[in-house]
């Protein structure tokens, strides 16, 4: 995207606006796909509205991108209180499309809530996000590491 190209050239202020506005075009989420309310087994077959469960998935999982992009960001421009507050929201949708919280993508998230809490002040709230995306890490990756988690 426009905002990761920009991320990616230091143009943090102007990746921030560029995720804004991918975030803005998205519709918000719907929660009637599939999704029980835990007080009943049965689930949602037919979305209103023409949306596919698929096609809401993948608007939801756009979401979670952003926000995540979003935060990243803020983090970098110094605006912490906001960058915690997109690392929580896309840790919910995370939580919604992913069905689980044994997932890298989300262990991701929790790093950098933690990482954004120490530079907030907040070191014990820091370590319990940190302490849960090893706890995810160890689960998804068998204690072994890749490439991608051995930069952090």
Known sequence: ???????????????????????????????????????TNE??????????PLEQTDRVSMQAIFHHSLGLTC??????DEALQHYQKSLLLK???????????????????????SSLGKHHQGMEYCREALRIYELTLGGG????????
């Open 1 to 39: 995207s426009i905002g990761d190209c920009q991320y990616g050239l230091a143009l943090h202020a102007m990746a921030k606006h560029a995720y804004e506005d991918g975030l803005d075009a998205i519709e918000p989420p719907r929660t009637d796909f599939g999704i029980t309310d835990g007080n």
């Open 75 to 80: 983090g970098h421009l110094g605006m912490h």
């Open 145 to 152: 590491y890749n490439s991608r988690t051995d930069v952090r």
């Open 95 to 117: 939580l919604k499309v992913l069905n689980n919280n044994h997932h890298e993508e989300i262990g991701d998230t929790y790093n950098h809530m933690g990482v954004t809490c």
């Open 43 to 52: 689930q949602t077959q037919t979305p209103t509205n023409g949306v596919t």
